[in-house]
């Protein structure tokens, strides 16, 4: 009798790195749309302009919302999704300033879909994986 061990552990892993990563995208398009909604809309550039990237590996961003001279940039940790926009005027709009007041939707977005969210990174984690 002969014996064969296979092991399957690197599709396994290979297998989770696709599901985070179609989490990450399902829910980028998801969270993008959420801030949208509650962007105020003006002459509807602002909302026009929220996007979002995904990140992988370790590394930089800031190609996806560079504006002018300056981007928004750092080190992300592994599997990350940036929502957000290049429009100058944006923060302002967000934070509010000392003649207008906030109007949230990046942290809005955030704060009252977490739990979509989560279902979503969730339900991508839990597919049935062929091995």
Do not use: H, W
Request: with cysteine.
């Amino acid at each position: 009798m002969k014996v064969e061990v296979v092991s399957k552990v690197d599709v396994a892993i290979e297998a989770e790195k696709e599901a985070i990563q179609r989490a990450l995208e399902a829910i980028g398009i998801q969270f993008m749309g959420d801030a949208a909604d509650y962007c105020p809309v003006d002459t509807g550039r602002l909302r026009a302009s929220i996007t979002y990237a995904t990140q992988e590996v370790k590394g930089t961003y800031g190609s996806p919302f560079k504006s002018g001279d300056s981007s928004i940039s750092g080190t992300v940790p592994e599997a990350t999704v940036i929502v957000g926009t290049n429009v100058e005027y944006a923060p302002y709009v967000e934070y509010g300033t000392s003649k207008s007041k906030e109007q949230s939707f990046l942290r809005r977005a955030l704060q009252e879909n977490m739990d979509t969210y989560a279902a979503i990174f969730e339900s991508e984690l839990s597919r049935d994986v062929d091995l």
